[in-house]
């Protein structure tokens, strides 16, 4: 649990925000400039606000009431940063067994496990120049981990990345808050991250907290605030991975709104994961239409329906215990007469749901 | 070859400088610091204070110190009255007068170093639970190594050739406070003294040469530990 109330000026950009985070991932989103790095420095201690409360756990961190400003290596927060910041003279081993041998209290964490999760074994007598950026963020995230912290900091830790060394490096962040049961704040302005990563999110712009909340909440508003066009219009929802079928070449995934079969994925059935669908991909209909290549079909109700320029209408749906959003013409909303509280048919082509 | 007299002077060069090189590194690291990352009123004369002797003729640095470390002097006086420690015309006093005359080209090379730590690399360190004193001595004090390294050297150079300030302060005792540049000069106003001096001048100049390659060469070593493949 994390909890953040926090007042700062920087010049001319001031910062003022409240949010709180769960045990699960939780995204600090929004663009370069939007104070999400302050904040990351504000609860690691290396920024000190000028006023309010910082908590995590049961630590009080920094409280301006009470004149609590705990001192930056007492406040067992590990962090990863966006240029991995390993130490240059030491062996990956000694990076590694930093942070280690100068926690205190029991070791949760052990050096064998962090070797195993992240694949680092093979490099941990190499010099950090001789690492690959994926590699260099690897190890950096594995000292962070022995540091044995109460809460992991990721301050865009895959920005310096090219798309290939993202996707391999994706994959050992994902697994991260199951494996070690730390509670995590990921900072990104990249959606495809955080939909892969996170399960709430705070979104900031301007040095404030825009919205916050579950992820599938959040996207399933029928406007987002300032600073989150990066998601454009589209829902994030939740899965478990229920059953895949080679020889169709489908794999089912059991959602918010009902089960929806996409492309077979390389997953293990059980596993957990998530899925985005933007609004441009939902069509509508009144009946449910028979004979047609789309896999999924939900029957859902409209609840809200907005206008936007371009002679485009967005709905939101009530479907199943979740929702959906939709896009389509002015004129399509005005053939099927789209008002709230309609009954609908969404159609969603499996090939458009992207993670 | 050599004579008893220009051996003499050799080794005491040697350990005159030695002597101010390794009591001055320490203080020379800490001042570094405090210039290079400490704000506060008077940084500025602190500055000053220490480069003066790199501006000031060695004379007057030499003078200055018989004023205050003679065996009248204020700071002399009270060494000489409680410890019985006299500087002034002694091969301590020669290495005092070699350290303060090098003293700045050790600072500006330490504080030259410090200026290109990544304050990033500290920051992490910070986040992974080390205190000020073992940042300073696990992170900081390793990045640097080859500028402390480069400033002993430079330093080391310095004080072998230190000449007006040692005259000034040590005086010219053969044995005593007699370094290789004071046997220079005697050398040249002795008549049949030429042969002498240029002895001991190329001698200098090989001292010199294997300071510098030996400073080249650990530098290399260090780069190689964090930058090679």
């Known amino acids: 649990m994390i909890e953040v109330d926090i007042k700062k000026r920087l010049g001319a950009f001031s910062l003022d925000v409240q949010f709180e985070g769960g045990e699960g991932v939780t995204a600090l989103f929004g663009r370069s400039g939007a104070g999400k790095s302050s904040i990351v420095k504000a609860i690691v201690g290396l920024l000190r606000p000028d006023a309010g409360r910082i908590r995590v756990g049961d630590m009080v961190f920094f409280d301006s009431n009470v004149g609590v400003d705990v001192p930056v290596n007492r406040r067992r927060v590990g962090i990863v940063f966006q240029d991995g910041?390993?130490?240059?003279?030491?062996?990956?081993?000694?990076?590694?067994?930093?942070?280690?041998?100068?926690?205190?209290?029991?070791?949760?964490?052990?050096?064998?496990?962090?070797?195993?999760?992240?694949?680092?074994?093979?490099?941990?007598?190499?010099?950090?120049?001789?690492?690959?950026?994926?590699?260099?963020?690897?190890?950096?995230?594995?000292?962070?981990?022995?540091?044995?912290?109460?809460?992991?900091?990721?301050?865009?830790?895959?920005?310096?990345?090219?798309?290939?060394?993202?996707?391999?490096?994706?994959?050992?962040?994902?697994?991260?808050?199951?494996?070690?049961?730390?509670?995590?704040?990921?900072?990104?302005?990249?959606?495809?991250?955080?939909?892969?990563?996170?399960?709430?999110?705070?979104?900031?712009?301007?040095?404030?907290?825009?919205?916050?909340?579950a992820l599938g909440e959040v996207t399933a508003r029928l406007s987002l605030p300032q600073g989150a066009e990066g998601f454009g219009s589209g829902v994030v929802l939740e899965c478990r991975v229920e059953a895949s079928d080679q020889e169709a070449g489908l794999t089912s995934l059991g959602t918010p709104i009902g089960r929806v079969r996409v492309a077979l994925m390389d997953r293990n059935v059980g596993s957990r994961l998530s899925i985005r669908i933007a609004a441009k991909d939902v069509a509508l209909a009144l009946d449910e239409p028979r004979n047609i290549s789309v896999q999924n079909v939900f029957r859902g109700r409209v609840v809200e329906i907005g206008e936007y320029p371009g002679y485009i209408v967005r709905l939101k749906l009530a479907v199943g215990e979740g929702f959906l959003l939709s896009e389509v013409t002015a004129d399509a909303a005005r053939r099927l007469g789209l008002a709230a509280g309609l009954e609908v048919v969404a159609l969603v082509k499996s090939v458009a749901i992207g993670r | 070859?050599?004579?008893?007299?220009?051996?003499?002077?050799?080794?005491?060069?040697?350990?005159?400088?030695?002597?101010?090189?390794?009591?001055?590194?320490?203080?020379?690291?800490?001042?570094?610091?405090?210039?290079?990352?400490?704000?506060?009123?008077?940084?500025?004369?602190?500055?000053?204070?220490?480069?003066?002797?790199?501006?000031?003729?060695?004379?007057?640095?030499?003078?200055?110190?018989?004023?205050?470390?003679?065996?009248?002097?204020?700071?002399?006086?009270?060494?000489?009255?409680?410890?019985?420690?006299?500087?002034?015309?002694?091969?301590?006093?020669?290495?005092?007068?070699?350290?303060?005359?090098?003293?700045?080209?050790m600072v500006r090379a330490i504080r030259l170093a410090l200026e290109t730590v990544d304050r990033g690399l500290e920051d992490a360190a910070r986040t992974l639970g080390a205190g000020a004193l073992d940042r300073f001595v696990s992170i900081t004090f390793p990045l640097i190594l080859p500028g402390v390294l480069a400033g002993a050297v430079v330093a080391f150079a310095a004080s072998l050739g230190e000449f007006g300030a040692v005259i000034t302060f040590a005086s010219n005792i053969p044995g005593e406070t007699q370094t290789l540049p004071l046997a220079i000069y005697q050398a040249i106003q002795t008549p049949e003294g030429d042969a002498t001096a240029a002895r001991l001048a190329i001698l200098s100049i090989v001292l010199a040469f294997s300071g510098l390659l030996l400073s080249e060469l650990l530098a290399r070593r260090i780069r190689a530990m964090t930058t090679a493949p």
Do not use: C
Request: hydrophobic share 50%; glycine share 10%.
């Open chain 2, 1 to 105: 070859m050599w004579s008893g007299a220009e051996q003499e002077a050799l080794w005491l060069s040697l350990i005159v400088a030695t002597r101010s090189v390794a009591f001055s590194l320490p203080l020379a690291v800490a001042v570094a610091w405090v210039l290079a990352r400490a704000r506060f009123p008077g940084k500025g004369l602190l500055d000053g204070l220490v480069h003066l002797p790199l501006v000031l003729p060695p004379v007057v640095v030499g003078y200055l110190l018989l004023l205050g470390f003679g065996t009248r002097g204020p700071i002399g006086h009270v060494l000489y009255q409680t410890f019985g420690v006299r500087l002034a015309f002694t091969s301590w006093g020669a290495s005092l007068a070699t350290a303060v005359m090098s003293f700045p080209l």
């Open chain 1, 85 to 213: 910041r390993l130490f240059p003279h030491m062996t990956v081993r000694q990076n590694l067994l930093y942070g280690f041998e100068r926690a205190v209290g029991e070791k949760r964490i052990s050096l064998d496990a962090v070797l195993g999760v992240l694949d680092i074994a093979p490099l941990l007598e190499r010099r950090p120049v001789t690492l690959s950026g994926g590699e260099r963020q690897r190890v950096a995230l594995g000292r962070a981990l022995l540091s044995q912290p109460q809460l992991l900091l990721m301050d865009e830790p895959m920005a310096s990345l090219d798309e290939g060394r993202k996707a391999e490096a994706l994959p050992y962040f994902e697994i991260l808050n199951s494996e070690f049961g730390i509670p995590i704040l990921y900072v990104s302005h990249d959606v495809g991250e955080v939909v892969r990563l996170a399960s709430d999110i705070v979104l900031i712009d301007a040095g404030q907290v825009v919205a916050s909340g």
